[in-house]
Structure formats: C-alpha cells, structure tokens
C-alpha cells in the first residue's frame, strides 16, 4: 500500500520499520520539525525524522495542516492511508478525507479511556491493571473515532511508564501491520459512551513526591513519570529523581529513611526505591546510587536538610 507515515518521539519509530518490513511504499513521512537540543542548542531531529533519513524516506515538517498549500501537497501523494502515531499536530478535515482509507491512528491505551496526550503515563499513575492498543479511523474529535482493532496487554507491579511505552510500541507495530493486510474488511466499532476519560499532558508541577500520600500513590507516581519527567524529591538539600519503586511493609514519619535499603515511610505504608537519579547524574540503581550517596536511617526526604 501506498502510505503516508505521521509520527514524531520514539514510539513511533517501530511502527515505521515495521510498515517499510512488511513491504508497504512509504511515499512521505511527517514529523514535527527539528528543534534546538543539547548544550549547543543546535537543531536536532525528531526521532522518527532521523529514522526517515536513515531509511532514504522523503521527510516533511509542516508546521500547520490547516493551510490549502499543505493540504494540497498532502493530497497528491495519493496515499491508500496514513498511518498516524503520536505525530503532535492536529489532522484537520481536509488531510483526514485525503487517502483512500483515511487516517489510522494507534492509540496507546484501550480507548475510551485515556482519550488524549499522555495515555501511558495516565494508566500507571491511575493504578490500572491492564491498558494496549486501538487502532483507530480518525474523525475531528479527540480520539473519538471507531476501533477498528485492539490488542490489551496487564500493566505489571513494578513496571514503569518507560518499560510500558515500549511494550506499547511494539505491540502497536504489530496491530497495524494486520490492519493493513485487509483495510476494507475491518469493522469499526463506535466507541462506547460510558468509561471515557482523558489523559491530560503530564505537567512539571504533578512531578514533587508528596510523602503524606498512601504509599500505593506515591508508587504509582515514581513509576508512572519514570523515566519522564521523573518524580522527585530532596534529599539534604539536593533534588533527586525517583525512578522506580515498589510498595512494601513499614510505617514511620512521614518521608523517613526506614532502614538501609532505601524503603521510604508514606503516609499509610512505605515504599522501596529501585532507581535513583542526581540533579546533572545518570541514573542507578538503589545500591549503586546508595553506595555513592548514602541514606541512612531517619533521614527525612522532602526536607531542605537532613534530620
């Protein structure tokens, strides 16, 4: 088939090697356009847009599909479908009634719930057993359209966003290389009206671990931002990031170092951190970080000094 591929950040790239590997003709991919990066603020190109060149596909970075120029040049591609996945600009009428069988979107999450920017994150930090994959024929709602497939996979106890996003992806690469082998023979199916919720984008301000909250919450947190944006905390004055954990017995002050292993009192219960990150460090494991920063029993995270 003739495809128009539309995707952006590392989720994406999978299902681009996996469309080019099931033999389908990739005549233009879209990405969001390169932006200043790294110390030297040079431009730097989306993931997929780096893959793209890498696979000699023709790239385009619009920064609008709203313009009778885009959306023309859109057109005569003269694609079968576009495949859209996390692409980051909105597909206005014009570009959605484009290709032969529209737009097919892969959506991470079981849709309706967790409509929106941030699926992945929203369903760990939501505490969810199980979330996936649709694929889903875009119309002008935010993720309204009909499901035209859907694969579910059980989010583990101990799993991060990070190790979810890439089950995800590939489960995602999977989907829609069997939705392309018959298009016309899928059946969408609405999308019920009960259960709908909205995964609104992950902001900086949710990301301070409040030590007063259930230790389920406080997990699910660390592990829901991990890798990204990262949940943190201070520890003697400095900021650290808490990237993986676990729930486990214990209680004690709110925010105090329960023992040497780096399990954590909250307000009902504790939590073990995993992983750890520095402000300027990589992050490492528990016993790695504990070995070069100790944090011995009674300190109190959260606090601008140790107690």
Known sequence: MRIVFMGTPDFSVPVLDALVEAGHEIVAVYSQPPRPAGRGRKDRPTPVHARAVALGLDVRHPTSLRNEVAQRDFAALGADVAVVVAYGLILPQPILDAPRYGCLNIHASLLPRWRGAAPIHRAVMAGDAETGV?????????????????????????ETTGALHDRLSGIGA????????????????????????????????????????????????????????????????????????????????????????????CGQGAVRISRAQRAGK?????????????????????ETSCS
């Open 174 to 265: 999977d989907l829609i290389v069997q939705a392309l082998e018959n298009p016309g023979g899928l059946i969408p199916r609405q999308q019920p009206d009960e259960g709908v919720t909205y995964a609104d984008k992950i902001d900086k301000s949710e990301a301070r671990i409040d030590w007063s909250r259930p230790a389920t919450e406080v997990d699910r947190l660390i592990r829901g931002l991990s890798p990204f944006p990262g949940a943190w905390t201070l520890i003697g004055g400095d900021r650290v990031k808490l990237l993986g954990s676990c729930v486990v017995d214990g209680s004690g002050p709110v925010g105090t170092a329960l023992d040497d292993r780096f399990t954590i009192a």
């Open 282 to 302: 990589g992050a490492q494991d528990a016993a790695d970080f504990l070995h070069g920063s100790a944090v011995p029993v009674g300190t109190r995270l959260g």
């Open 134 to 158: 649709c694929i889903m024929q875009m119309e002008a709602g935010l993720d309204t359209g009909p499901v035209l497939l859907r694969s579910a996979t059980p989010i583990g106890e101990t």
